[in-house]
């Protein structure tokens, strides 16, 4: 197990494309669970590997169901428009609000580089674009629609 450093807004690494993954080897299958720990460190729903400087097409997310594992994930069907409140361990003591697809399914290869589907609605939708936008060189403040702050929120 080992937590990794998480690359903050501002590291050129964040803006760069992630390359897909051919061989899901042991360092790949290290790297996820590397990945895990420190998205469970930080109390994140997601993480993808630009974040923690791998500019490699890898995700996890776990938004409280257990967590999944995603290689080389790609967005084949999107639904709906909900805007709702973001944040990310990139873009530290910041939220804002983000237009995301209500319903999105995403495949992916698993670590046994199985294909899989996986389908979200709501929280789970709104990670998995998130997540895979880091792959694309996006964060979501691009996205960003109004900026909220912590007291608001709280009202
Ligand atoms: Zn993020």
Known sequence: MAIRQIR???DPILRKKS????????RIKILLEDM?????ENDGVGL??????????????DIGDGV???INPKIIEKEGEVIDVEGCLSVPNR???????ER????????FGEEKTIEGTGLLARALCHEIDHLHGILYIDKMIEEVFPEEEEE
């Open 8 to 10: 903050i807004d501002g």
């Open 19 to 26: 390359r897909e993954v051919n061989e899901i080897n042991d």
């Open 36 to 40: 895990v720990d420190t998205m469970y």
């Open 48 to 61: 993808a590997a630009p974040q923690i400087g791998v500019l490699r097409q890898l995700v996890v997310i």
């Open 68 to 70: 999944v594992k995603l």
């Open 95 to 101: 939220a804002g609000t983000v237009k995301r697809p």
């Open 104 to 111: 999105v399914k995403v495949k992916y290869l698993n670590e």
